[in-house]
């Protein structure tokens, strides 16, 4: 079971907490099984499938005694071209490599698969920081309207899963140069600060993902430039209003709340003892 925090309900949390926590929550929504099956690759588990998705694995002779899977990461890749021919869900044309608990990648599939699958997938997001005097700024990025996934929703200034064959630091300079025409030199300067894991019902499937969050101070006088067209424009405002943004709203893409809370944490935004609750919230250590 996947639950990071109490009913917000729970008088041990301040009142001024429940706003952030149910950012928390809702990227915890997932119980595992929840009527799901194991997924394995040879005699490893490597992800969880509905009912629906079991129907369809079994009619392609995929059954295994425990659950459903391949026999070898060799045959992940074409499973989920078939998946797609099938139209279980709508091809992303990226590969996205498939780790075991260990980190060693087994295989790839197509990124759409991933949640199909119910597969573990990597992906990196950047806090864009401005430092004014006192005042701590952070650049935001509004989500194209022709984005699939949660269209028109304000990000990060860089944020993107992991490719096959990418690790965490060449994801962010690679995306850093796509997304906001950050050169790589810069780029290369972002800071690895936390990791962040959650698993989420969504309706392209279950989500469970593994976010590296990195920190990058800019220059005052940097403006991206979104080259790849999936921004629709940024905005530099000040952390107070982003915070405000967070505590009020649904504005932000859903898994950015998540880094959001994590940098309000680091940057001394809450006081201690509601730092630790949402710490060991982010950490799933509130059960």
């Given at each position: 079971?996947h639950?990071?925090?109490?009913?917000v309900?729970d008088?041990?949390?301040?009142?001024?907490?429940?706003p952030?926590?149910?950012?928390?929550?809702?990227?915890?929504?997932a119980?595992?099984?929840?009527?799901?099956?194991?997924?394995?690759?040879?005699?490893?588990?490597?992800?969880?499938?509905?009912?629906?998705?079991?129907?369809?694995?079994?009619?392609?002779?995929?059954q295994?005694?425990?659950?459903?899977?391949?026999?070898t990461?060799?045959?992940?890749?074409?499973l989920?071209?078939t998946?797609?021919d099938?139209?279980?869900?709508?091809?992303?044309?990226?590969?996205?490599?498939?780790?075991?608990?260990s980190?060693?990648?087994?295989?790839q599939?197509?990124?759409?698969?991933?949640?199909?699958l119910g597969?573990?997938?990597?992906?990196?997001?950047?806090?864009g920081?401005?430092?004014r005097?006192?005042?701590?700024f952070?650049?935001?990025?509004?989500?194209?309207m022709?984005?699939?996934?949660?269209?028109?929703?304000?990000?990060?200034?860089?944020?993107?899963?992991?490719?096959?064959?990418?690790?965490?630091?060449?994801?962010?300079?690679?995306?850093?140069?796509?997304?906001?025409?950050?050169p790589a030199?810069?780029?290369?300067?972002?800071?690895?600060?936390?990791?962040i894991e959650?698993?989420?019902e969504?309706?392209?499937g279950?989500?469970?993902?593994?976010?590296?969050?990195?920190?990058?101070?800019?220059?005052?006088?940097f403006?991206?430039?979104a080259?790849?067209?999936?921004?629709?424009?940024?905005?530099?405002?000040?952390?107070?209003?982003?915070?405000?943004l967070?505590?009020?709203?649904?504005?932000?893409k859903?898994?950015?709340?998540?880094?959001?809370?994590?940098?309000?944490?680091?940057r001394?935004?809450f006081?201690p003892?509601?730092a630790?609750?949402?710490?060991?919230?982010?950490?799933?250590?509130?059960?």
């Amino acid at each position: 079971m996947h639950a990071t925090y109490r009913s917000v309900s729970d008088k041990s949390f301040p009142p001024a907490l429940e706003p952030f926590l149910r950012h928390i929550a809702a990227c915890n929504s997932a119980v595992l099984p929840g009527g799901r099956l194991p997924f394995f690759c040879g005699a490893e588990q490597i992800g969880w499938v509905s009912p629906t998705t079991a129907q369809t694995l079994q009619s392609l002779g995929l059954q295994k005694d425990q659950g459903f899977g391949v026999n070898t990461g060799t045959e992940l890749l074409p499973l989920s071209q078939t998946l797609c021919d099938m139209g279980l869900y709508t091809s992303h044309e990226e590969a996205f490599d498939v780790r075991n608990d260990s980190g060693i990648v087994l295989g790839q599939v197509d990124r759409g698969a991933i949640p199909v699958l119910g597969l573990a997938a990597e992906g990196v997001h950047l806090n864009g920081l401005v430092e004014r005097e006192d005042v701590l700024f952070l650049w935001v990025a509004r989500r194209s309207m022709s984005k699939r996934l949660d269209p028109g929703k304000l990000d990060h200034l860089v944020a993107g899963g992991m490719s096959a064959g990418l690790d965490p630091q060449t994801t962010v300079i690679k995306e850093a140069q796509e997304e906001a025409g950050i050169p790589a030199e810069l780029a290369a300067t972002a800071r690895a600060v936390s990791r962040i894991e959650y698993a989420l019902e969504r309706p392209e499937g279950l989500r469970r993902d593994v976010l590296h969050c990195y920190d990058l101070l800019l220059p005052q006088d940097f403006t991206p430039i979104a080259e790849d067209g999936e921004v629709e424009s940024f905005h530099l405002l000040p952390i107070q209003e982003v915070v405000a943004l967070v505590r009020d709203t649904d504005a932000f893409k859903f898994n950015v709340n998540l880094v959001l809370i994590d940098l309000f944490i680091r940057r001394g935004l809450f006081a201690p003892t509601e730092a630790a609750i949402l710490r060991n919230a982010l950490t799933g250590g509130a059960a």
